[in-house]
């Protein structure tokens, strides 16, 4: 069986006519997959029944299926979508007032490795397709009540070491399902080749480096995959992918007590920024618990305010970004390959209170 989630109208033109149909059958697929929400072929009303059922011996709408799912008290989401092949990933709903973002993994598991983060404890099993991104989105779009504006691939895994697949599901986004381009955030943990590449792709996505730290020893220490791409290299490759796209970068800056929260780390972080001529501004991720070797802890919320304070006295904006979903484990750098949904959900006693209050 082959899924049609993650075809184009002109791949669905095609098997329209493959299978004895003219090709704006295709279209008619592609709205009700994209637009119109459909989960299975016989909610496609309008196509005629014994195309419908030539099409279902060999295709399916292929969406995931739903195998839990937990609410957050701040109304967060946190999907577990079972694949084809029965691998399961994790994707998160994000409903703010003013619009509803949605977190989609790239990959099952991951390879970068990052200290601070809990899918790279489980290694990378294997890369999404294109249709299982997608798939992801269009599972939370139809059972949530509004609609989806912003995608952020921060999820499992690492978009630009599954790059077609990536660029595949974005141009799928902003063209077959009409988002625009300008919502949709990348983040890559650095890798320099993918960055160059999508600079070219002529899609005015937003970019999210994470950065964590403003030297190389002290990144190293946190991403194992800096020993190989220097601040230097990815920098450089930044700056051309300001000058192609014409795109303000986001840096995402992990904070973790005592290791990259001082104050002279945020200036060192400001220079670094302003010497390379690099706009865009900084969004401050305190840490989100996860069991680490190290220890690993929450900066002090002064901290965190005072390393604001000292980005934005060099002139740099500074955001910090609000926990969502800690309280289901669905918050940034949380999200795992499998997940015993028998568990207890963590009692609210065990979060620490400075979480709570976020
Ligand atoms: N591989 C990509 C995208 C996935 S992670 C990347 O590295 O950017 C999305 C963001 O969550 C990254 O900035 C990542 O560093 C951050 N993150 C990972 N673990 C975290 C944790 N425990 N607490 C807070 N943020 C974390």
Redesign the pocket.
């Known amino acids: 069986m082959q899924p049609f989630v993650g075809m184009t109208i002109k791949e669905l033109e095609a098997v329209a006519q493959e299978n004895g149909e003219r090709a704006y059958r295709g279209k008619q697929i592609a709205a009700w997959i994209y637009q119109r929400g459909a989960t299975d072929l016989e909610m496609m009303t309008d196509l005629p029944k014994a195309f419908r059922a030539a099409l279902a011996e060999n295709y399916t709408v292929g969406l995931p299926e739903t195998a839990h799912r937990d609410s957050a008290p701040d109304e967060t989401v946190k999907y577990l979508l079972r694949q084809a092949d029965g691998q399961t990933i994790e994707s998160v709903y994000l409903p703010y007032p003013d619009r509803v973002s949605v977190c989609l993994s790239s990959q099952i598991g991951?390879a970068?490795g990052?200290r601070?983060?809990?899918t790279a404890q489980g290694g990378l099993l294997r890369n999404l397709t294109t249709g299982e991104i997608l798939g992801q989105f269009l599972r939370m779009q139809a059972d949530g009540a509004r609609r989806i504006s912003h995608v952020v691939?921060?999820?499992m895994?690492?978009?630009l070491w599954n790059y077609d697949a990536t660029v595949k599901s974005l141009r799928l986004l902003g063209n077959e399902v009409g988002l625009s381009f300008r919502n949709l955030t990348v983040?890559?943990?650095g890798v320099v080749p993918g960055i160059r590449a999508l600079a070219k792709e002529e899609i005015p996505i937003t970019l999210?480096l994470?950065l964590?730290a403003p030297d190389d020893e002290t990144r190293e220490a946190l991403i194992p995959t800096a020993r190989k791409w220097k601040l230097d290299e990815i920098l450089d490759a930044c700056a051309e992918y300001v000058r192609t796209t014409h795109r303000n970068l986001t840096f995402?800056y992990?904070m973790i007590g005592g290791v990259n929260d001082r104050p002279e780390q945020a200036r060192a972080l400001a220079s670094l920024l302003k010497s390379r001529k690099l706009p865009g501004n900084v969004n401050l991720?305190p840490?989100?618990y996860?069991e680490t070797p190290q220890g690993f802890r929450r900066p002090e919320r002064e901290s965190v305010q005072q390393f604001r304070e000292e980005l934005e006295k060099a002139g740099r904006v500074a955001t910090i970004r609000m926990t969502r979903g800690h309280a289901i484990s669905a918050?940034?750098?949380?999200l795992r390959r499998t997940v015993e949904p028998k568990l207890p959900k963590r009692p609210a006693s065990e979060i620490p209170l400075a979480l709570q209050t976020d």
């Open positions: 991951c970068a990052c601070f983060c809990a691939y921060m999820g895994g690492e978009p983040s890559t943990v999210a994470s964590h995402e992990l991720i840490f989100n996860v918050a940034c750098g949380q």
